[in-house]
C-alpha cells in the first residue's frame, strides 16, 4: 500500500511517520458513513447545526498553537499569515452557524391557493430547498485551514444539511489528520455520527477519482488547478447518474492601471501591488497575474516603479516542491511565447524570487499558453495601444475571478465600455485595492466564468455558497403536519 508523508516546506526533510493511503474500502467506508449521516442531518434544526459548527470553531481555537506549528511545517506560510487564516476559519464556520441558527436553509416560498380555473387559479404550493446529501470535498493547498478540512465548502455543506467526506491535500497531511481527529472529538462530544464528516487522503489521482465516481455521492467541491478540476468535473458528468461539481479553479486576474490613477500616484500603486504579487509566494487563486498598461509615459514610469517594488520583495519558500517546479516551467513557457522578462528575481532556494514579464497586446491575443495561469510570485504586463485594445485583451481572457480597474472613477463612454469587458468574465470588479485577499460577506462572489470556476452561477465563498448544496423542492397542496415543520425537511 503506498503511503503519504509530511514533508518540511522549508527544508524538504521528511517529518513524522508514514501515512497510509485510503483503499477503496476505505474509502467506500466513509461515504456509507456520510450516506449512513445524511437524513438525520438533513432533518437536523438550524440550532443544532449552529452548535456543531460552533464547537468546531472553538475546538480550532482551543488546538491553536499545536495546529500552526504543523501547518507551519508542511506549508512554510509563517505563523502570523496561518493565526490570521485560523482565525478567519474559525469565523467562517461561526458565519455560517448564524446563517442556520436564523434558519436561512429552509426559507419558503408560500404561494397561496387561488380559486379559479388556471392560468390564474392554482393550488397550494410551498417552495422549500432540501439537501442535496454527501459532498465530496476536495481540500486546497494555499490556504491549510480556510479551504481545507473544515474550511468554507464544509462548513456551508453542514450548514445546509450535507454530510461531508473530505480528500485531504497531500501537501499538508499531518495538519489534516490533526484537524480531523479534532472534529472526531466534537462530533463525539455533541453524540453525532463520526460519518458526518469523513476523511480520505492520498496523494494519486485514484482516490479522488474513487471519491468523486462513488455513486452515493451527490456533489463536489474543488479548489485548485484548471487541470485538476476538469480532470474531476469530467469524471462527474460521467458518472450513469451525473452531480453537480463546483470547481473554483485558476484565474489570471487582470489589473487595468489606466494613465490617470498611475500619474496620481504610482509609486503607491507600484508597491501596494508588489505586496500583492508575492503575498503568500504568490500562492492565491486571486494573485493578479496580468496587469494591463497603455502605452504612455505613466505607464513606463510605473513599470519602472514596479520593477524595483518587486526586487525588494523576498518570497517564502513554496508550498511544495512540485509547485517550484510548476512555476519555473510556467516562467520558461512565458519566454518561449515572446514576454520580455524585466525582473528574474533570484530568491534564497529553496523560495523563488519574483518575477515580472512583459508582452505586447497583439502577441498576448494570438497566444493561447501566454493567458494559463503561473502560480507564484509573478506576473505578465501587456501593453495595448489604447482602450480599444485593452477591450480586446481582457476578452481574451474569457474568464477570471477578478477584474481590477485602477482609474475608471467618472462616468465616461470609455470607463463604461471597461467596466462592460470586465464584469463579462469576472465574478468580481475592484476599483480599488488589489485583488488578493477575499472577504467572507454576504455579498462576495468568488467565481467567474470558465476557467475561473466549473459553476459562475455560484460563488465558494460568502453567504450563498450555502446554495450550492441545496436543491428546490415544490410541495403542493402539502398535509398541515408537514407544512408545519418550516421547512425543515422529514
Partial sequence: MSSLQSVNARTGETHGQPLATSTPEQIDAAVQAARAAAAPWGASSGAQRAALLQGLATALEGEREKLVAWADLETALGPVRLNGELDRTTF???????????GVPFEQVDDTAVAGAPPVGHPAMRLQRVPLGPVAMFAASNFPFAF???????????????????????GHPGLSQQVFSLIQRVLKDQGLPAGLIGLVQGAAVEVGVQLIRHPLIAAGAFTGSTRGGLALQAEANARPRPIPFYGELGAINPLVALPAALAAKGAELATTLAGSITLGCGQFCTNPGLLVLVDGPESDAFTEQLVLALSKQQPHPMLTAGMKTAFDAGIRHFLDAGALSLLQGQGAAPAPGPQLLQVSAQRFIERAELREEVF????????????????????????????????????????RALVRSATA???????????????????????????????????????????????????????????ARGGVPC
Wanted: with cysteine; charged share 15%; glycine share 10%.
Fill in 92 to 102: 467562517q464556520l461561526r458565519r455560517f452557524a448564524d446563517i442556520a441558527a436564523r
Fill in 148 to 170: 481545507s478540512v473544515l474550511g468554507g465548502d464544509t462548513a456551508s455543506a453542514l450548514a445546509a444539511g450535507c454530510p461531508v467526506v473530505v480528500k485531504a491535500h497531500p
Fill in 376 to 415: 507564484g510570485p509573478s506576473s505578465l504586463i501587456v501593453r495595448c495601444a489604447d482602450l480599444t485594445q485593452v477591450q480586446a485583451v481582457l476578452a481574451a481572457v474569457a474568464g477570471s475571478l477578478t477584474v481590477t480597474l485602477w482609474g475608471a472613477d467618472d462616468d465616461t463612454e470609455q470607463n
Fill in 425 to 483: 468574465i469576472a465574478g468580481r470588479v475592484l476599483f480599488a485595492g488589489v485583488p488578493t485577499g477575499v472577504a467572507v460577506t454576504a455579498a462576495q462572489q468568488h467565481g467567474g466564468p470558465w476557467p475561473a470556476s466549473t459553476a459562475p452561477m455560484t460563488t465558494s465563498v460568502g453567504d450563498a455558497a450555502l446554495n450550492r448544496f441545496l436543491r428546490p423542492d415544490c410541495l403542493q397542496d402539502a398535509p398541515a403536519w408537514l407544512v
